[in-house]
């Protein structure tokens, strides 16, 4: 992997009436192939997922995003406005289904970075279980 790009993510949740937001800079990968535009960086103490990769794929109307490595299981959640995509969220105590809603998308990076943000709420059964909103910058280093 090469880093070649610093990256700024804050994310906001809401849930139970709380607001948590988290924010994390750091350098990492970002690249444009086959029309789709990817950042990948390692997480930290900081997110909560230390040990943890990201990737997060863009393409036109939507974006994967998935973490691998750390203590916990392989995520995968695909975000796209308008649709509600199902996510199988590995725990300790076993696999739940959770239902993705994608509510925003605004994508503008280029060849050499810019910023994306975009929001969703998760679900399992019905139940509401948070609203998210994620903005991301991308920044190329020489």
């Known amino acids: 992997m090469t880093e070649n790009a610093l990256i700024t993510l804050e994310s ?30 390692k997480e930290s103490e900081t997110t909560g997922f230390a040990g943890c990769t990201t990737t997060i794929k863009v393409w036109d109307g939507g974006i ?18 308008g649709s509600i ?31 994306l943000s975009f929001g969703y709420s998760i679900s399992a059964s019905g139940m509401l279980i948070s609203e998210n909103k994620v903005n991301i910058t991308v920044k190329e280093i020489n």
Not at 16 to 26: A, R
Not at 89 to 111: C, P, R
């Open 64 to 81: 994967s995003m998935t973490r691998r490595g750390g203590d916990i299981p392989d995520t995968n959640l695909i975000i796209e406005p």
């Open 12 to 41: 906001t949740i809401l849930a139970d009436n709380d607001i948590d937001t988290v924010s994390l800079t750091t350098v990492g990968s970002y690249y444009y192939k086959n029309k789709k535009h990817y950042i990948i960086y």
């Open 85 to 115: 995509n199902l996510c199988s969220y590995q725990t300790v105590a076993g696999s739940l289904m959770l239902d993705i809603n994608g509510i925003e998308l605004d994508n503008k990076l280029t060849d050499r970075g810019g910023s």
